[in-house]
T-cell receptor, first 107, second 114 residues
């Protein structure tokens, strides 16, 4: 069993839809990261969470430490949001990555 | 520069040759990480440098792989006697302290072994 599980693996949405990507993990962590990888391969850090909720523009990330679960939400999705979204957890020092969720937003 | 810089951006090499990949982290970042991503696969940890501590080399797949970080700044990942399975995008990231602080990724080096 992977230590970090993401769902769904693939997601297709229509422009404007509200999107949720889930991440569950099985190890104790000090922080959880949401990363975005565009088709060109570049990776951008979206959020780093250790508790609660963070918001940046149309992106919202939440984490429940007790349940070992985090969600990434995208409101009013747009085709430019199309990317692979990766959840990664930091138990100590290094990062353990999920396999990513490939999001395609159609116009 | 303002971000993490990697060079070269693309490298094609013949099987059996040695290659060096370079990473310039953000100035002042004490933590530096190397990852690789094979086609269609997730990110795979290779090595982690934190300040003056001994690096965490637990992710290096074989003794053909080595990495150095000189002066706490620039890092070089060396792959000796390259094999076709080494073909991947090699990504470098840095953060101020460790993964408890925000991390910044380079654009990666796409290595193709032919």
């Amino acid at each position: 069993k992977n230590e970090v599980e993401q769902s769904p693996q693939n997601l297709t949405a229509q422009e404007g839809e509200f999107i949720t990507i889930n991440c569950s993990y099985s190890v104790g962590i000090s922080a959880l990261h949401w990363l975005q990888q565009h088709p060109g391969g570049g990776i951008v850090s979206l959020f780093m969470l250790s508790s609660g909720k963070k918001k940046h523009g149309r992106l919202i990330a939440t984490i429940n430490i007790q349940e070992k679960h985090s969600s990434l939400h995208i409101t009013a999705s747009h085709p430019r949001d199309s990317a692979v979204y990766i959840c990664a957890v930091n138990p100590a020092g290094n990062l353990i990555f999920g396999k990513g969720t490939k999001l395609s937003v159609k116009p | 520069g303002a971000g993490v810089s990697q060079s070269p951006s693309n490298k094609v090499t013949e099987k059996g040759k040695d290659v060096e990949l370079r990473c310039d982290p953000i100035s002042g970042h004490t933590a530096l990480y190397w990852y690789r991503q094979s086609l269609g696969q997730g990110l795979e940890f290779l090595i982690y440098f934190q300040g003056n501590s001994a690096p965490d080399k637990s992710g290096l797949p074989s003794d053909r792989f080595s990495a150095e970080r000189t002066g706490g700044s620039v890092s070089t990942l060396t792959i000796q006697r390259t094999q076709q399975e080494d073909s991947a995008v090699y990504l470098c990231a840095s953060s101020l302290v460790d993964w408890g602080t925000e991390a910044f990724f380079g654009q990666g080096t796409r290595l193709t072994v032919v």
